[in-house]
């Protein structure tokens, strides 16, 4: 169980691209997911905590016109890089909770962002 | 904001040995103490974790062991393997709640930890 699904798995494209990367809790409800960027060698660093049907988080220092999140549904959250330039390219991990504290958070396969 | 420290960056053991990460962290309101493995490319695993409600849990071959009073908690991997290799991270949970009154748990990742198990 707890089954946390990302797509794509790698993405590449040019410099000024939109990207969108979804992530799917496949057999339970996430009323909170997280995103978080993962640079080589690095641990994660949280971007946002998504909430469905309220607006995202963002911790300090992520642009919220950047990175766009949307969680409209218990199981689909997305991000959206937009306009993405070679600074962006990084590998982006979703994960998903039910929401309960003290619980474990799943995460997906991660998504490798390359921008040319 | 919560800070975690992890130590060591790097571990090298021969197979057979055990293997010991520790992590400290600075906000005493964290209550849920993850521990995660992450082999090259892949997504972070759950292999263990602990509440503040009790100071020690094992499973198999892997423990954890967290002492609130000083805030560190410890992950120890016995008669270790070379599929053990890989990077560990601890993390720091303390439950908050959004606007809409939903509560969740934010993790706070330690830098990780390189094993490698040498046959």
């Known amino acids: 169980g707890a089954v946390v699904s990302q797509h794509p798995s790698r993405v590449i494209c040019k410099s000024g691209t939109s990207v969108k990367i979804e992530c799917r809790s496949l057999?339970?409800?996430?009323?909170?997911m997280f995103w978080y960027r993962q640079f080589p060698k690095k641990s994660l660093m949280l971007m946002a905590t998504?909430?469905?049907?309220?607006?995202?988080?963002?911790e300090q220092g992520v642009e919220k016109d950047k990175f766009l999140i949307n969680h409209a549904s218990l199981t689909l959250s997305t991000l959206t890089v937009t306009s993405a330039h070679p600074e962006d390219s990084s590998f982006y991990i979703c994960?998903?909770?039910?929401?309960?504290?003290?619980?474990?958070?799943?995460f997906g396969d991660g998504t490798r962002l390359s921008i040319l | 904001g919560e800070n975690v420290e992890q130590h060591p960056s790097t571990l090298s053991v021969q197979e057979g040995d055990s293997a010991v990460i520790k992590c400290t962290y600075s906000?005493?309101?964290?209550?849920?103490f993850p521990w995660y493995k992450q082999e090259l490319g892949k997504r972070p695993q759950l292999i263990i974790d602990?509440?503040?409600?009790?100071g020690e849990k094992k499973d198999q071959r892997i423990a954890v062991t967290l002492n609130k009073t000083a805030k560190h908690f410890s992950l120890h991997i016995t008669e270790t393997q070379p599929e053990d290799s890989a990077v560990y991270f601890c993390a720091a949970s303390r439950t908050r709640a959004n606007a809409g009154g939903t509560s969740y748990g934010k993790l706070t990742f330690g830098q990780g930890t390189i094993l490698t198990v040498h046959p």
């Open positions: 906000d005493s309101a964290s209550n849920y």
């Open positions: 994960s998903a909770g039910t929401g309960f504290p003290n619980q474990p958070q799943h």
């Open positions: 057999d339970f409800q996430a009323t909170t």
């Open positions: 602990i509440r503040s409600n009790v």
């Open positions: 998504s909430n469905e049907g309220s607006k995202a988080t963002y």
